[in-house]
C-alpha cells in the first residue's frame, strides 16, 4: 500500500506552499486504513460519513455530529460511507507557524503541558456549521482575497475553541508544538489487541517493516508475529469466556481475515476450538 502524502497531493501546482490550505474531500467508495503522512495539522470537518484515525499510541473514531483536529504525522485512516453514497469532508490545514503565531498572541507563553494526545474532539454546533459554510464561500474567491481572509477565519475559529473549550483546548494546541517522545514499547504494548497488521504497526513506528522487525526482537527476544499472536490469543480467551459474544464476533478484532484461521490457531495454541468457549 503506497503512503499518501497529505495536504502535497491535493495541490493543483506541486510547488505549491502554505500556512493555511482549505480542501473538500469526496469519495464514492470506502477506504480502509489508508497510510497517510500528514505534513501539516489538519482540522477534519466531516460532512457525511465515519471516519477511523489510528495513530501510534491510540486510535479515535468519529460520525458527522463532530469533527477532529489532528496532530501532523504518520497515521492510517478509515473513511466509510454511510447511507449516502457519498463520503464528504471539508479540510482545513495549518502550519505550525501560524499555530505559534496564535498561541503567541492569544495564550500563556509559559504554558507547559505534557499532552500527547494527537487528537481533539469537536462537538458539531450551530456556529461550526455556519463557520464550514463560510469556508466554501471563500473558496470561491480569488487566491489572493482568499489567502487573506483565510488567515482571519482561521484565528476567529481558534478563538471560538478556544473560549468553547478553554484549558484543555489551549492545552491541546500547546502539545502540537512538543515533540513526540513516546517509547518503541509503549507504543506496541497499546497496540496488542488492535487488528493492525504488522505492516500497518510499523508505520505509525514511522519504521520499514524490516526495521521495526529488528527493533522488535532486540527489545522483546520473539519475533513480533509470534508474540503478537500470543497476546491477541489469550486475550481472545479471556474475552470468549465471559460468555457474551462467539468466535464469529469477535476474529476480525485480534487481526484474523477468517474465521478459520481464528479457529485453527485457538485450537493450536489451547488444545480446544473456541466454539467450545462459546457453547
Known amino acids: 500500500m503506497s503512503i499518501e502524502n497529505i495536504p502535497e497531493i491535493y495541490f493543483k501546482n506541486k510547488k505549491q506552499t502554505s500556512d493555511l490550505f482549505v480542501y473538500d474531500f469526496k469519495m464514492t467508495s470506502d477506504i480502509v486504513k489508508s497510510k497517510v503522512n500528514l505534513g501539516m495539522n489538519m482540522f477534519s470537518f466531516l460532512q457525511v460519513g465515519k471516519k477511523q484515525v489510528h495513530f501510534a499510541g491510540t486510535s479515535v473514531a468519529v460520525n458527522k455530529e463532530q469533527s477532529l483536529i489532528l496532530k501532523k504525522g504518520n497515521c492510517l485512516w478509515t473513511e466509510l460511507l454511510d447511507k449516502e453514497a457519498i463520503y464528504y469532508c471539508k479540510l482545513l490545514f495549518f ?9 503567541a498572541k492569544h495564550t500563556e507563553n509559559n504554558y507547559s503541558t505534557k499532552e500527547q ?22 473558496s470561491e474567491e480569488s487566491a489572493f482575497f482568499m489567502e487573506n481572509l483565510l488567515s482571519i477565519k482561521f484565528e476567529e475559529l481558534m478563538l471560538y475553541l478556544l473560549n468553547k473549550y478553554e484549558r484543555k483546548f489551549e492545552a491541546y494546541l500547546h502539545s502540537l508544538i512538543i515533540k513526540e517522545t513516546s517509547p518503541f514499547k509503549r507504543i506496541i504494548e497499546n497496540k496488542i489487541h488492535s487488528n493492525l497488521k504488522l505492516e500497518e504497526i510499523a508505520f505509525l513506528c514511522n519504521m520499514s517493516l524490516s526495521t521495526f522487525k529488528r527493533h522488535f526482537i532486540k527489545e522483546y527476544k520473539v519475533s513480533p508475529g509470534k508474540w503478537f499472536q500470543e497476546k491477541r490469543l489469550l486475550k481472545a ?29 485457538f485450537k493450536n495454541k489451547f488444545g480446544f476450538s473456541p466454539n467450545q468457549l462459546s457453547n
Not at 95 to 103: M, R
Not at 119 to 138: G, Q
Open 95 to 103: 502550519s505550525e507557524e501560524k499555530l505559534k503565531e496564535f498561541l
Open 117 to 138: 494526545t494527537p487528537y481533539f474532539i469537536i462537538r458539531n454546533d450551530a456556529y461550526l456549521t455556519s463557520y464550514i459554510d463560510s469556508l466554501s464561500k471563500i
Open 237 to 265: 480467551k479471556e474475552t470468549l469466556e465471559q460468555g457474551d459474544l462467539k468466535p464469529s464476533d469477535i476474529y476480525l478484532n485480534f487481526g484474523y481475515n477468517n474465521l478459520s484461521n481464528f479457529s485453527a490457531a
